[in-house]
């Protein structure tokens, strides 16, 4: 039998008295001495009639107290616990909770220990502990040492009150629910309530879930909150009495098992944690303790966000085919000039193509045929063409949309020929009354079967898949698993194989999530579920909770302050936005650092992709990487003033107007933003200048660059077009179009024309005939043109950028457009009357280089070629894969393996194991990286760089490591250079891919 220990130690009885922030604060009442436990920072003392904390003391904060459990005053909650007859299926009531003793094996560890009863009031159901640790400033709670009686099963404790504030204990009381962002409210204002208690139950829509269930309370001497970790545990939280005298308080159920039904188990939850209190001072040492002291103390202990990838790409969602009524949204080709278009607008900077419904039957889910690739869309090999363009074309990783929870038993999915690829009844959960769990499938037709997590990873299967998919697609460091976050988790109560949704959670989804992982892939999930932070970087829409706090609240970005660095979260669903947005309400966005993933439709229209990147994702991308540092709300409580700052030195203020709806962000000492319009840096060569109405947008000059090296271009979905650009007295000047992005260069070459009669054009077909002399205000006053279909031009450029200028007339019909060798784009010139120099087709963002573009008469109309533009503009940084085209291949021992997945950058390389081997490729820039993966079976080879001396690399390395830097050059002359790799060995020469610097 464990020896029981009493460690009863004296308490002070007060604090000293003092004046903090010009608002007394309250002395710590009196209590009878109990046991106690504490850190160098908290120390906390116990009641010895309940067992709950009586009181919290902060040795961080002079007055830094603050009251643990408060049952007076009026609240509707008690301590109790539920227990089980197991032979009748009844439930005791919930007034069955009795202390037995308290153990303090250590000075830091406290154990309660409790019976519960049946309602008899004499039969004992089961003991337990709850165990309380306290560690810095934070006090965790356990349950432990559980013994049921036979016969009895323990179902819940309830510990409804851990943390509490008195309106008549002074020091200004405030409450706060973290929820879907940060309530606050003093306790004076808030009105009597109980609060819904958030649980991450099986609730099928799942609204109800918590993203952050936090509750903290404070005064002007300490703060404190209650977080609940206990993935289905739940909270409460009231507030009752009635002023002066109004009492607040929190607290959490600890569920043990979760409960079954007639022929199924009782489930065990299997994990003891419930829940986390952390306490703060005045932590940044301002003079004032606020909720902003508690947010950064627990920033400071958030998990890091587990990947970066997401960090600078536009991330959003399309759908093939919705269900199997046979309606196509997106085929593969689409996609891909979806890509194209959007590139456009975005000044090719990178994106992420999430795919819905490209398996067959439209279903959302590869299982369990997993190799049907919908042949409407283009199949599985139309799926890999329009990854390969999107990525070297476009900077777009074109990846899909799956969904381990869901299976089919239907027509598409199932292939009788191939019984392996049918749905498993042994991979289905089984609902509480013992039946295989259905649900309506995303497309509203189909019946789902709901995959019991654990037992579908337990098998191999799940995992199996995931490796077949990853491969089989070729997917790469992103991907969306839809249902992985909706459904956090959800019980079995499968008699053969029980398992709470902690099981499923844990022992199923976060496997899927380390399998990907090994992949280098990195996971993202629709909304936003607290057991995912620090599992998930991104998930595409937002938290759900509306935050609660007694029905008077203002908003302060609490979530924003302490989540920062944990995770990407989507946008604040309020009850009228549409959930999956695209874009989110900038001043949304600016409190509360959220950042969409929504949908993309044949609706979207230009001005929504580029309201959603300019003025949502661009000064996201600068601000959520800065701290915030001090935050105030103006006394009419409609103005709110935030600062931020990195350990870098950046910094930056935001400040909103809630009745002028008037909002701006300065970062660096710059105004970036200016309400709905923006002027903000991409990188150190590019600022994009935007706004919904059309004005005159300026910029400081940065230093150091050359006013006669500044141009801009106007985005548009399929042309870029000049716009005029002044600098005068150190300032960049632009007057935009109302929605149109307009990106300044700040390094950009003169534009080089080629007209259309020029040697880089070269023409192919019997129709072609020159027109000079036109007098139509053509380039050079002349064209060539043709009303043959399938004539064609074809122009060859180096740089990065080029537009066809054209004239359009009524005579005019349609083309088809081919860069580098790939259709990508259809164009009309058809129009009701003449107008020159039209721009009709452009592509920006190309790695520097040798391209073509092929324009190619489609119609009996006439087709006109009047000139080129070309553009070279060269970013900082930029990578291209193994796979670009731009990249030249010599020898015959090359092979490319596009599935490796072992983690390479866009999961393939190109190797070789012939001497002699080279690969060559031209860039521009200063600096060059070359990426690949190092191996044993890897040997020497040499580099050259614009034919000078060879240098003696190798990708041997004793283990495997992937995308490995085995060449680096930095201070080459600015401008176009040559790199050739040959191999020097018999054994492998491997490429993943290049990164070149400017
Ligand atoms: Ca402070
Ligand atoms: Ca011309
Ligand atoms: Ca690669």
């Known amino acids: 039998m464990r020896r029981r220990r009493f460690i009863a130690r004296i308490v002070p009885s007060a604090v000293a008295a003092g004046l903090i922030a010009g608002t007394l604060a309250a002395a710590?009442?009196?209590?009878?001495?109990?046991?106690?436990?504490?850190?160098?920072?908290?120390?906390?003392?116990?009641d010895t009639t309940s067992g709950l904390p009586a009181q919290y003391n902060l040795s961080m904060a002079p007055n830094g107290w603050l009251r643990g459990s408060?049952?007076?005053?009026?609240?509707?909650?008690?301590?109790?616990?539920?227990?089980?007859?197991?032979?009748?299926?009844?439930?005791?009531?919930?007034?069955?909770?009795?202390?037995?003793?308290?153990?303090?094996?250590?000075?830091?560890?406290?154990k309660i220990f409790y019976d519960t009863y049946w309602r008899d009031g004499t039969t004992k159901t089961a003991s337990l502990a709850i165990q309380y640790d306290v560690s810095g400033p934070n006090v965790s709670l356990t349950m432990q040492n559980v013994t049921e009686t036979p016969g009895y099963q323990l179902i819940a404790v309830n510990l409804p009150?851990?943390?509490?504030?008195?309106?008549?204990?002074?020091?200004?009381?405030?409450?706060?629910?973290?929820?879907?962002?940060?309530?606050?409210?003093?306790?004076?204002n808030a009105n009597r309530g109980t609060k819904p208690q958030s649980t991450y139950s099986t609730d099928p829509n799942a609204y109800n879930s918590p993203f952050y269930p936090v509750d903290a309370v404070g005064t002007t001497g300490a703060a404190g909150s209650l977080e609940l970790q206990g993935y289905l545990d739940e909270t409460f939280a009231?507030?009752?009495?009635?002023?002066?005298?109004?009492?607040?308080?929190?607290?959490?159920?600890?569920?043990?098992?979760?409960?079954?039904?007639?022929?199924?188990?009782?489930?065990?939850?299997?994990?003891?944690?419930?829940?986390?209190?952390t306490f703060a001072g005045d932590y940044d040492r301002d003079g004032a303790v606020t909720w902003l002291d508690l947010a950064k103390t627990m920033r400071d202990q958030a998990p890091a966000i587990p990947s970066h990838y997401y960090d600078d790409k536009f991330v959003y969602m399309i759908e093939g085919q919705h269900g199997h009524d046979g309606t196509v949204?997106?085929?593969?080709?689409?996609?891909?000039?979806?890509?194209?278009?959007?590139?456009?607008?975005?000044?090719?900077?990178?994106?992420?193509?999430?795919?819905?419904?490209?398996?067959?039957?439209?279903?959302?889910?590869?299982?369990?045929?997993?190799?049907?690739?919908?042949?409407?869309?283009?199949?599985?090999?139309?799926?890999?063409?329009?990854?390969a363009n999107a990525a070297n074309l476009y900077n777009t990783n074109l990846t899909t949309d799956d969904n381990y929870d869901d299976q089919y038993k239907d027509q598409w999915s199932c292939n009788p020929q191939v019984p392996s690829a049918c749905e498993n009844d042994a991979d289905i959960t089984r609902d509480i009354n013992n039946n295989l769990q259905t649900f309506n499938a995303w497309n509203g037709i189909d019946t789902?079967?709901?995959?019991?997590?654990?037992?579908?990873?337990?098998?191999?299967?799940?995992?199996?898949?995931?490796?077949?998919?990853?491969?089989?697609?070729?997917?790469?460091d992103g991907s969306l698993i839809d249902a992985m976050t909706w459904w956090a988790q959800r019980n079995d109560w499968d008699p053969a194989h029980p398992a709470s949704a902690v099981d499923n959670l844990i022992g199923g989804k976060y496997k899927i999530l380390d399998e990907y992982a090994k992949h280098g892939i990195a996971v993202n999930g629709e909304l936003a579920r607290y057991p995912f932070l620090g599992k998930m970087a991104m998930n595409v829409d937002g938290p759900e909770g509306g935050g609660w706090v007694g029905g008077f609240a203002t908003e302060v970005p609490f979530m924003a302050t302490v989540l920062r660095h944990t995770q990407i979260y989507g946008g604040k669903y309020n009850g009228t936005m549409p959930r999956m947005a695209l874009d989110v309400d900038p001043k949304v966005m600016l409190l509360n650092s959220n950042r969409s993933a929504g949908w993309i439709t044949s609706g979207t229209t230009d001005q929504d992709i580029t309201d959603a990147y300019y003025l949502d994702h661009r000064p996201w991308m600068l601000l959520s990487k800065l701290d915030i540092d001090t935050f105030t709300r103006g006394a009419d409580g409609n103005s709110v003033n935030e600062t931020l700052s990195d350990r870098s030195g950046n910094t930056a203020s935001i400040a909103i107007n809630y009745q002028s709806n008037t909002f701006s962000a300065v970062y660096n000492g710059i105004k970036i933003m200016n309400n709905y319009s923006v002027t903000v840096p991409m990188d150190s060569t590019r600022i994009a200048f935007y706004s919904r109405t059309a004005q005159t947008l300026t910029y400081p000059l940065p230093s150091g660059v050359n006013p006669a090296a500044i141009g801009a271009s106007a985005l548009y979905g399929d042309h870029r077009g000049d716009i005029p650009v002044s600098v005068d007295s150190g300032t960049i000047s632009v007057t935009v179009p109302a929605g149109v992005p307009v990106v300044v260069y700040l390094n950009q070459q003169?534009?080089?024309?080629?007209?259309?009669?020029?040697?880089?054009?070269?023409?192919?077909?019997?129709?072609?005939?020159?027109?000079?002399?036109?007098?139509?205000?053509?380039?050079?006053?002349?064209?060539?043109?043709?009303?043959?279909?399938?004539?064609?031009?074809?122009?060859?450029?180096?740089?990065?950028?080029?537009?066809?200028?054209?004239?359009?007339?009524?005579?005019?019909?349609?083309?088809?457009?081919?860069?580098?060798?790939?259709?990508?784009?259809?164009?009309?010139n058809n129009a009701a009357s003449r107008s020159a120099q039209v721009p009709v087709y452009s592509v920006a963002g190309l790695p520097f280089g040798t391209h073509t573009v092929k324009v190619v008469n489609t119609s009996a109309s006439?087709?006109?070629?009047?000139?080129?533009?070309?553009?070279?503009?060269?970013?900082?940084?930029?990578?291209?894969?193994?796979?670009?085209?731009?990249?030249?291949?010599?020898?015959?021992?090359?092979?490319?393996?596009?599935?490796?997945?072992?983690?390479?950058?866009?999961?393939?390389?190109?190797?070789?194991a012939t001497n002699g081997d080279s690969a060559s490729f031209t860039f521009y820039g200063t600096g060059i990286d070359v990426l690949s993966a190092k191996n044993s079976d890897q040997g020497a080879a040499e580099v050259v760089i614009d034919g000078g001396t060879a240098q003696q690399i190798s990708g041997y390395a004793a283990t495997r490591a992937v995308q490995q830097v085995i060449y680096s050059a930095r201070g080459l002359a600015s401008g176009p250079h040559t790199i050739t790799m040959t191999n020097r060995s018999s054994a492998y020469l491997l490429l993943d891919g290049i990164t070149t610097y400017n």
């Open 161 to 188: 009150s851990l943390l509490s504030v008195r309106q008549e204990d002074g020091g200004s009381p405030w409450i706060l629910d973290a929820n879907g962002g940060g309530r606050l409210s003093p306790l004076a």
């Open 70 to 110: 408060d049952l007076t005053g009026g609240s509707t909650y008690q301590l109790s616990a539920v227990s089980r007859d197991g032979a009748n299926n009844e439930f005791s009531g919930a007034n069955s909770l009795r202390l037995n003793h308290i153990e303090t094996p250590s000075a830091t560890e406290v």
């Open 329 to 387: 949204n997106y085929t593969f080709d689409q996609a891909q000039r979806l890509a194209a278009r959007i590139s456009n607008l975005v000044d090719g900077n990178p994106q992420v193509q999430q795919m819905a419904g490209i398996f067959q039957g439209g279903h959302d889910t590869v299982e369990p045929n997993h190799t049907q690739i919908n042949s409407a869309l283009g199949g599985l090999s139309g799926f890999k063409t329009a990854q």
């Open 28 to 46: 710590a009442p009196a209590l009878a001495a109990g046991p106690s436990i504490s850190s160098a920072q908290v120390q906390v003392q116990f």
């Open 750 to 828: 003169a534009p080089t024309t080629i007209n259309d009669n020029a040697a880089a054009v070269t023409y192919s077909g019997a129709g072609w005939q020159h027109y000079p002399n036109r007098g139509l205000g053509d380039v050079g006053d002349d064209v060539h043109a043709t009303q043959t279909n399938g004539d064609a031009a074809t122009v060859t450029f180096t740089g990065t950028g080029i537009d066809l200028l054209t004239e359009k007339n009524s005579d005019e019909g349609t083309a088809d457009i081919y860069l580098d060798r790939q259709l990508v784009q259809s164009i009309n």
């Open 862 to 912: 006439y087709l006109l070629i009047d000139a080129f533009k070309t553009y070279t503009t060269i970013p900082p940084v930029k990578t291209v894969n193994d796979s670009y085209s731009g990249i030249v291949y010599n020898g015959s021992g090359w092979r490319y393996s596009p599935t490796r997945a072992l983690g390479d950058l866009s999961g393939d390389v190109h190797a070789t």
């Open 448 to 476: 789902s079967y709901i995959s019991g997590m654990k037992k579908y990873v337990d098998s191999g299967r799940a995992l199996a898949r995931a490796d077949r998919t990853i491969t089989s697609l070729g997917l790469h």
């Open 238 to 277: 009231s507030v009752y009495g009635s002023a002066p005298n109004l009492h607040y308080t929190a607290g959490v159920g600890a569920q043990y098992r979760v409960r079954g039904g007639s022929t199924t188990p009782n489930i065990l939850v299997n994990q003891p944690q419930i829940a986390r209190l």
